[in-house]
């Protein structure tokens, strides 16, 4: 299995911006489809955003569409997701993943990590 880490959550206000990194340890993720990911208290885990394997193609959840923007660096072995205009309800830990590109699901290749929490609050 695969690991992935994620960082660069926190406390943002609404309409405030966040940039997530998801690093790979051990494997080269240009290798892999990305996704991201999010679950909020109560509610299931649900695909935000996926990235193809070179970055040409990207998919994103309606609800973020205009708002989050995918992208991936191979050579820093890394997938970004730039979160712009916040809203309270993006609050939720953000996970990354390998995964399908349609629809933007888990490919149960890599293993969960811990995520890294977003809150949107005033």
């Known amino acids: 299995q695969l690991q992935l880490v994620e960082s660069g959550g926190g406390l943002v206000q609404p309409g405030g911006s966040l940039r997530l990194s998801c690093a790979a340890s051990?494997?080269?993720?240009?290798?892999?489809?990305i996704g991201w990911f999010r679950q909020a208290p109560g509610k299931e885990r649900e695909g935000v955003s996926c990235?193809?394997?070179?970055?040409?193609?990207?998919n994103y959840a309606d609800s973020v569409k205009g708002r989050f923007t995918i992208s991936r660096d191979n050579t820093k072995n890394t997938v970004y997701l730039q979160m712009n205009s916040l809203k309270p309800e993006d609050t939720a830990i953000y996970y990354c993943?390998?995964?399908?590109?349609?629809?933007?699901?888990?490919?149960?290749?890599?293993?969960w990590g811990q995520g890294t929490q977003v809150t949107v609050s005033s």
């Open positions: 993943a390998a995964a399908r590109l349609w629809p933007c699901v888990s490919d149960g290749r890599s293993n």
């Open positions: 051990g494997f080269t993720l240009g290798s892999y489809t």
């Open positions: 990235i193809s394997s070179r970055g040409g193609s990207t």
